[in-house]
């Protein structure tokens, strides 16, 4: 019997987890800083003007994570249908057996950008939507028409039956319309997920977050949301991996409780590697370096960092009720522990389930 012992036999997952333990299996790619959308709550809108990999930058970079054992590669921007030759390098990617998802706003949706779908069969087709009517699609964007667009690229995708789904971002300007996205989603048959949640731009400007709505509000939805109050539920008694694997990291200092650059990571339009779509801080240039360096020299280092002296996030009793994000932190110099946004939700959803948890032992 292999490894001895029932007790000390390793599993399918372990095995998997070990096999794969020098692989980046999950790579996010900006293939363009441009968007033709100029949302206000945008952490990447300053980057819009910058320039971009060209078509054989890109491609030899999907070759070196075909190379790394890449699996499922998510192309992103900026918008990445803005790109020219974005169906080139979809089919690229595609052509090297990678399993590729497309993260877009749709507006920009051509009838070459379906042929290439049905052709090349997309692993997930992700479409952010900002409201339910074209007043307030103009306003949350900063752009004017774009709700129509939106609108006739999901019948085009429904036509041709190629499955997407639908997701948004509540702000003060739609928050009164996520209710409608949802029912539309209903009526379409297709998943829909939403965030109430700003971050910061990734060059640490705080101007986003005034467009974003209270915490008090964000409870609200996730009282009036099963799914999503099920799941910090769930997580708060440390019912799934990922809260098991937080604790693991918290008990041992680590300052990223999360999985960011755990076998995965983004690399920016410019070539450089990051941890996550919100760790900017620091990044290593694939320009002058290989994913393999980058992954070994940077990413693993920098994952296993330790949290500084007085972390006090490690020692907050609402830690397990929180969507708790280092890079956040990092942007945030000023971080107001206790009384900043991300802190007073956590601290209302451990409240919320004490009191209910005491009115269930009273019944």
């Not at 539309?184 to 939403?194: G, I, K, T």
């Not at 960011?260 to 996550?276: E, F, K, P, V």
């Amino acid at each position: 019997m292999i490894g001895g012992s029932f007790s000390n036999r390793i599993t399918s997952d372990e095995l998997f987890k070990d096999l794969t333990a020098d692989l980046v299996l999950s790579v996010t790619l900006e293939i363009t800083h441009y968007c033709n959308f100029c949302c206000a709550h945008c952490y990447g809108g300053y980057e819009r003007n910058k320039n971009d990999l060209s078509f054989e930058q890109i491609a030899g970079i999907i070759d070196q994570l075909h190379e790394h054992g890449t699996l499922d590669l998510s192309l992103t921007g900026g918008d990445p249908l803005t790109r020219p030759d974005f169906c080139d390098i979809y089919q690229y990617a595609r052509e090297k057996g990678m399993f590729v998802s497309v993260l877009t706003n749709a507006a920009g949706l051509k009838p070459e950008h379906i042929i290439s779908f049905l052709e090349y069969p997309v692993s997930h087709l992700s479409i952010s939507v900002y409201g339910f009517s074209p007043e307030t699609y103009d306003q949350v964007t900063r752009t004017s028409g774009n709700f129509q667009k939106v609108m006739r690229a999901i019948s085009l995708l429904e036509e041709h039956n190629i499955p997407f789904e639908l997701k948004s971002v509540a702000t003060k300007a739609n928050k009164r319309e996520i209710l409608a996205l949802c029912r539309l989603a209903e009526e379409l048959e297709v998943p829909f997920r939403y965030s109430t949640k700003l971050v910061p731009e990734n060059n640490g400007c705080l101007d986003v977050l005034e467009h974003a709505i209270t915490p008090e509000e964000a409870f609200w939805f996730e009282q009036n949301d099963e799914k999503r109050r099920q799941a910090w539920e769930r997580g708060a008694a440390n019912m799934d991996l990922y809260h098991e694997d937080r604790n693991c990291r918290k008990s041992c200092g680590f300052r990223y409780l999360c999985h960011a650059g755990d076998r995965d990571a983004t690399i920016s339009a410019d070539g450089t590697l990051y941890l996550c779509l919100n760790e900017r801080s620091r990044g290593y240039d694939l320009l002058s370096g290989t994913i393999q360096e980058g992954y070994e020299a940077f990413i693993k280092i920098m994952r296993d960092e330790k949290a500084p002296e007085g972390y006090k996030c490690l020692a907050c009793p609402d830690i397990d009720y929180c969507d708790h994000c280092a890079a956040e932190i990092r942007l945030k110099e000023d971080f107001d522990f206790g009384n900043e946004p991300t802190c007073q939700l956590a601290r209302l959803r451990h409240e919320w389930l004490g009191a209910n948890s005491e009115t269930q032992k009273k019944e």
